[in-house]
């Protein structure tokens, strides 16, 4: 399948979680497909604001499989074994399957562990339309497979001075690794009601302005999961647009 994959980068607590979660259940709610959502941050929480509890990770599963290499039971190839422990750490939600990346390699050897994963998390995300990658903070990640080949990068910032460098670097360090992504966007986070668009600086294809929301601020839902803040939430609607309108340009 031809899938329509984004990833979410920017500095800490700009709000990457929260623009994850709230695309996904834009991109459920108006395509009705289920959205394979992976949470890329080693410190994963997508999960909570997904309203669904951890699982294993695909970290719990490389380790393992570092351990058990030559324990598998007979009749099973280490492929068939792999897809099917991934099948058991997918999560599944409403509207959205959940895959947590975990914790990254440890000094041990991986390469071979890590190229049957990374061949399985590939032919997972193709079975998908839509897939929404939650990445960690900073850079380093970039250079792994997860944000390779996504049609939109969202680099989310807030007013700070700080968040708005990091998201130019991340910007800039994606164009020069050459990562395959289509379309790099600005996403203006938590700005006050009726803040005037402004227009997308140098390296970056777009730029959206996100309104915060006081429910979220406050937490004031029952719990952290943000499937339940209302369809008329300033952030919700400030991102269905953003995604609406990356859409349309992909389907040009
Ligand atoms: N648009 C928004 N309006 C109000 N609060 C927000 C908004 N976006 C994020 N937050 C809050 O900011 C904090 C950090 O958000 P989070 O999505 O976890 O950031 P990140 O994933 O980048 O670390 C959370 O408490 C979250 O509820
Ligand atoms: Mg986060």
Do not use: W
């Not at 992976?38 to 951890?54: F, I, M, Q, R, Y």
């Amino acid at each position: 399948m031809n899938s329509f994959t984004i990833a979410v980068a920017g500095k800490g607590g700009v709000g990457k979680t929260t623009f994850a979660a709230l695309a996904i259940r834009h991109l459920h709610h108006i395509t009705g497909e289920v959205i394979l959502a992976v949470d890329a941050d080693p410190n994963a929480n997508l999960h909570a604001k997904l309203g669904t509890s951890p699982r294993r990770t695909i970290g719990d599963i490389r380790e393992e499989l570092l351990v058990e290499a030559d324990q598998l039971p007979s009749g099973v190839t280490k492929q068939e074994h792999v897809d099917y422990q991934i099948r058991l750490a997918l999560a599944e939600g409403d509207g959205f399957d959940l895959l947590t990346m975990g914790r990254q390699e440890g000094p041990g050897c991986y390469c071979y562990v890590n190229n049957i994963l990374r061949t399985f998390v590939d032919s997972l995300s193709e079975r998908y339309a839509y897939v929404v990658i939650d990445n960690e903070a900073g850079m380093e990640h970039l250079s792994r497979r997860t944000t390779r080949t996504s049609d939109v990068l969202f680099v989310v910032s807030d007013a700070s001075k700080a968040a708005a460098d990091s998201a130019v670097r991340i910007a800039a360090l994606a164009k020069e690794m050459d990562l395959g992504i289509g379309r790099t966007a600005l996403v203006r986070n938590m700005l006050p009601p009726d803040s005037d668009g402004q227009d997308a600086p140098a390296g970056f294809d777009a730029a959206y302005a996100v309104t915060a929301s006081a429910a979220i601020r406050s937490g004031s839902m029952r719990s952290e999961s943000l499937l339940d803040i209302p369809q008329h939430d300033p952030t919700y609607q400030d991102i269905s647009k953003a995604l609406d309108e990356e859409r349309k340009l992909a389907r040009q």
